[in-house]
Nanobody, 124 residues
Framework: QVQLVESGGGVVQAGDSLRLSCASS????????TAWFRQAPGKNRDFVAA????????DIADPVKGRFAISRDNAKDILYLQMNNLKPEDTAIYFC?????????????????WGQGTQVTVSS
């Protein structure tokens, strides 16, 4: 069983940066693909970024490419999302997710374990 807990959200102004963290408990985190998704009010949950189990391969969604970066520390069982140059349209609840398999995937079907989410609000 893997439990995921996100942290690092908050209220920031446009152009600011935030780093989200996702701490995992469970024996197999380093063998799972992991990802970040987000859900804005009244909208579907969208893929943001994913990373392979070993951290060598990443996949970033087009709306955040060049501004967001995903990384992981398998020694500490933590997943990160560095968000730079934030925009009001980045406002959402951000969820981390983990699933069996080595390679990053954009579909939420590929992830079995989910955190509760952390709110990010970007004001203009």
């Amino acid at each position: 069983q893997v439990q995921l807990v996100e942290s690092g959200g908050g209220v920031v102004q446009a152009g600011d940066s935030l780093r989200l963290s996702c701490a995992s408990s469970g024996p197999s985190f380093r063998t799972y693909r992991t990802a970040w998704f987000r859900q804005a009010p009244g909208k579907n949950r969208d893929f943001v970024a994913a990373i392979s189990a070993d951290g060598a391969v990443t996949d970033i969604a087009d709306p955040v490419k060049g501004r967001f970066a995903i990384s992981r520390d398998n020694a500490k069982d933590i997943l990160y999302l560095q968000m730079n140059n934030l925009k009001p349209e980045d406002t959402a609840i951000y969820f981390c997710a983990a699933g069996e398999g080595a390679w990053p995937r954009q579909g939420d079907y590929a992830y079995y374990y989910w955190g509760q989410g952390t709110q990010v609000t970007v004001s203009s």
